[in-house]
């Protein structure tokens, strides 16, 4: 595996991470439509436990199943649809079966994450630490997105992404596990603070336990001592987010939303740069 990665030439190493993060972002794709909705089914479940009524039987929705399908005319999709970008460029953006524009959120995703790929691949060697970033990064997109769409911050997400970065750490010693694990810890307490605070002062709940999870997962990767450069990033980015949000819509002081992506955001540009460690550059 590791000769694998030596053999690469390092135009090899662009190009198989641009396929590779494309794909991702097709996966993503997936994951980012199909997860909240299967919280409401569970949910709804779990609503139907609890009052004694017969649970309904439902056909299996998860991650596989059901086949990727035309959310208008239901037509499965062929396998030639299912390329990423490429079908949506031949198909000028409409389903083959029944010309319904389909959301411009897919090729946006699968291009975002095939660029952040590629940027990782130009920054760091070709070695399993740069496709565990990447799977990290790929995480945070997805969390971003569905939070931006449905203020939801899957416990599905937030918490396998956590022990991850744990176990990243670990197994690679990139960080001392010390840092990881209070990273980890750091990031969940010190939003819960500042909820609390919050919530002391204006009676209102500002945030999500989902948001603290998020910043426990990124502490649990970057480590303590980048936790509260994050937190303070993602609090700027957050407020010109919500100045703009305010100006354009005309909304209200108190009209919502999410902190997540600002998270997220911060989290990247540490992967990409500012950070008080050297990512990687451990050969
Ligand atoms: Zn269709």
Redesign the pocket.
Known sequence: MFNLFNQLEPTAWLILSLILGISVGSFLNVVIYRIPIMMENQWAEELNLAQNQTPQVQEPFNLLRPRSH?R??Q?KLALLDLIPLVSFALNRGR?G??Q?QMSWQYPLIEALTGIVFVTLATLFPPSMLTLAWMGFCATLIALAVIDFNTFLLPDQLTLPLLWAGLLFHLLFGELPLEQAVLGAASGYLILWFVFQLFKLLTQKEGMGYGDFKLLAAIGAWLGINNVLSVLFIAAFIGLAFGLTHQYLKKATVHAPFPFGPSLVIAAFVHVFGFNSFSLLLTP
């Open positions: 035309c208008a005319c037509k389903c079966y029944c319904t």
